[in-house]
């Protein structure tokens, strides 16, 4: 019937309809009625959650409800490139006439009536300190690496007009800041699954990937929005990791850059994990950045670890040999020359190497500065089986040159 109905109608009527989403919209991809002050938009990969936080906007502006309104990415670079100028990004939505052109030198997004949205990245909270807002867009929020400053400082700025309010746009992750806005009497919260939006994803995509992980912990999380608790035979659990984070760093008297390469290369390559790590004059451990990146060739994620040392200003990096042999010396060698580097081979198992570190973690000795969602995410699912964490080995061969002597070692008694 709607197929009958859209061939019936002329050029103009079908542009017309093309640009009203209320036609379009899946019942959970429409703001909730009542009298909320947040909507939780929790959605599996692909499931439309970007279209809806969108749309969300363009209906206040367009309403005339808000005129100044924050948006909020993991990065400046997710801002423009997914809420902005993504395919159902601000601008890709806009009516004709009515779209909102950018000003790149200023970060934001100007609309005809008047309204202004504001780009603002998750790892600067300072940066919302000042502005104020009638509403915002937050999206990816599980994934923020300073989550709970940055919302800190966003709510004191939503302070305009009788009814401020913000949508977040999340694929869930069992983080703290999460649990407590689902627990809000002022947030309301809609699901949607990747399965909801099949309509409009590549049939290629459901063939390799739901196939892959459909049923799996991680395909209930990324492809069917449920928050999943930690699993119970993991080394981790996100207590373990909650309890000791920090938001800065403090002197170190030390710092590696570790790297996990891939076994193959280019654009179906697992991923590079590259993880940063240093230690205090105390003796405690501190994970500062996790760089790792799939579908790099050597010379990319070479690299990738080279600006990291440099960033960080590290002392040392260490690679692990097994998947590259005398090709991982050579490449680093050749992209950093100068630096300090230690080849490591792994002799026993995944879980072996990881439990002494993971006894670091249990006695309070490392900590986490900020947040590295996908990083623990494998840390608190790793249970020693299953696909390699790539992120995770990186960790534990940092942390290994930190703080153990020796592979799986016991701890070192005084560190340089």
């Known amino acids: 019937m709607r197929t009958a109905f859209l061939t019936s109608l002329s050029p ?54 808000a005129s100044r309104i924050a948006l909020i990415g993991e990065t400046f670079g997710d801002v423009r490139e997914v809420m902005i100028d993504g395919p159902s990004g601000l601008r890709a939505i806009g009516m004709r006439g009515g779209r909102p052109r950018y000003e790149a030198s200023r970060r934001r997004l100007l609309w005809p009536n008047g309204a202004v949205a504001q780009a603002f990245s998750a790892t600067e909270p300072e940066s919302l ?61 809609t699901r949607a699954s990747t399965h909801a939006n099949r309509a409009n994803l590549a049939e290629s995509f459901f063939r390799a990937v739901i196939a892959r ?59 590079c994990g590259i993880v ?47 998947q590259g042999g005398e090709m991982v010396s050579t490449i680093m060698r050749q992209v950093m020359p100068t630096a300090a580097l230690r080849l490591v081979r792994a002799t026993r198992g995944k879980r072996v190497r990881a439990e002494p570190v993971a006894a670091l973690y249990e006695r309070g000795l490392v900590s986490h500065v900020g947040s ?14 299953g696909k390699s964490p790539d992120r995770l080995d990186a960790l534990v061969w940092a942390l290994t040159d930190l703080m153990l002597e020796g592979e799986a070692g016991k701890p070192k008694v005084r560190r340089l």
Not at 20 to 37: I, S, Y
Not at 131 to 147: G, H, I, N, S, T
Not at 373 to 385: H, I, P, R, V
């Open 213 to 271: 992980y459909e049923g799996t912990r991680l395909g209930r999380q990324e492809l069917d929005a449920e928050l999943i608790e930690d699993n119970p035979d993991a080394l981790w659990s996100r207590g373990m990791i909650e309890t000791h984070r920090m938001a800065m760093t403090p002197e170190l008297v030390r710092v590696v850059v570790a790297v996990d390469p891939p076994a193959t290369s280019g654009a179906s390559a697992d991923e």
């Open 276 to 322: 940063v790590a240093g230690v205090d004059g105390e003796g405690r451990a501190y994970v500062l950045d996790d760089r790792s990146m799939g579908g790099l060739t050597p010379l990319a994620w070479a690299n990738r670890a080279a600006k990291a040392y440099r960033d960080h200003d590290a002392d040392r990096i260490v690679a692990e040999v097994n």
């Open 372 to 385: 590295f969602a996908k990083l623990e995410d494998q840390m608190c699912d790793f249970t020693g089986s």
């Open 129 to 189: 300190r000042g502005p104020q807002f009638d509403a915002a867009w937050a999206d990816e929020l599980a994934k923020w690496r300073y989550a709970e400053e940055t919302w800190d400082m966003l709510q004191f700025g939503l302070r305009l007009g009788e009814r401020p309010r913000q949508v977040v746009t999340t694929t869930p992750r069992p983080v703290p800041i999460l649990r407590r806005l689902m627990a809000e009497a002022t947030c309301a919260v």
């Open 12 to 65: 103009a009527e079908a542009e017309w309809l093309m640009e009203h989403w209320l036609f379009w919209a899946r019942p959970d991809q429409l703001a909730p009625e009542g009298p909320w002050t947040t909507w939780l938009v929790l959605g599996g990969r692909g499931a439309g959650k970007t279209r809806s936080g969108a749309e969300w906007v363009r209906g206040e502006v367009e309403a005339a409800r």
